[in-house]
């Protein structure tokens, strides 16, 4: 099934002309352009009431020819996983890689536990390199939360996961079976150019870090969070960043619950100024002369 939301680059075209050559392609067209997660939990409502399993594939993604051979046949064997995962190709570098991992099937609770502690790769990938086994996605509509995603931003596939693991396990097939590509106007990059992936890092430890974590790694990763946050606003301090841009921190700081420190933040910006300083001498090294002396 295609869903095209209102697209005007001829995508619906496109999408007709193969549903005409080939009967397993549906084509469905929003009349109007949905956000981003209203738009994939469309998608989700109209899969097949038969289909067992969901495989999303975003535009501009790709799957390996043996993709869904590969993450099916896993799901099959063992009913009690919810959704299956590998290694993603994207640019020239593939991610998602976790040469440790205890098996092809984890524990829900060890791999979100290990997730939101930072001890492995991130292995969720983005909603194109996930399988899904369809009954518990129909259970949680809608899948992806439609509100208050200002804070989750590009972690809102991660919420899912972390959600489903609380009563699922974890697939994982340790080789390339997607591919995602990123371009300036994607998300992933928008979200990236205004930094909305610290608030939603830290959203998703409040929410999920309760079920996963105990009390005093609940509270050491937090505080860790909200000091990388304020390092990377002391970063952004030092590129001008303008009063959009802080005006988003502010407002999302604020939804966490949090204060927007000024002084951790001049402390981290300063810190950082130092050492651009000390590298610029660093790298200019002594003078050198000619042989007569004068300084080159």
């Not at 969720?124 to 804070?151: C, I, K, M, N, Q």
Request: with cysteine; net charge neutral; hydrophobic share 35%.
């Amino acid at each position: 099934m295609i869903l095209d939301n209102a697209s005007r680059d001829g995508s619906a075209e496109l999408a007709a002309s193969r549903a005409r050559s080939d009967p397993r392609i549906r084509v469905v067209r929003n009349p109007e352009t949905l956000p981003f997660t209203e738009n994939w939990n469309r998608a989700l409502r109209l899969v097949d009431p038969a289909a067992r399993y969901i495989k999303v594939v975003h535009a501009d993604d790709w799957l390996r020819p043996t993709c869904l051979e590969r993450m099916v046949s896993l799901a099959e064997a063992n009913p009690e996983v919810g959704l299956v995962g590998s290694w993603v190709e994207r640019g020239d570098e593939v991610v998602c890689r976790w040469p440790e991992a205890p098996g092809r099937v984890i524990p829900g609770a060890l791999v979100s536990r290990l997730s939101l502690l930072g001890e492995i790769p991130y292995v969720f990938g983005s909603p194109t390199s996930l399988l899904l086994r369809a009954d518990p996605v129909r259970a949680a509509d809608p899948l992806y939360e439609e509100d208050g995603t200002e804070t989750l931003g590009q972690v809102v596939d991660q919420d899912v996961c972390l959600r489903l693991l609380r009563d699922w396990d974890f697939g994982y097939v340790p080789e390339v079976l997607t591919a995602t590509r990123e371009h300036d106007r994607s998300l992933t990059s928008q979200n990236e150019e205004i930094g909305r992936w610290y608030a939603g890092k830290i959203a998703l430890h409040q929410r999920h870090g309760p079920t996963y974590l105990n009390a005093d790694e609940y509270d050491r990763r937090l505080r860790e969070w909200i000091d990388e946050y304020h390092r990377y606003l002391g970063a952004q301090l030092l590129q001008g960043r303008g009063p959009r841009f802080w005006r988003f921190h502010r407002r999302a700081l604020g939804q966490l619950g949090l204060d927007m420190s000024v002084a951790r933040i001049a402390t981290h910006a300063g810190r950082k100024a130092v050492r651009r300083l000390l590298r610029r001498v660093t790298d200019v090294g002594p003078a050198r002369t000619t042989p007569h002396g004068e300084e080159r």
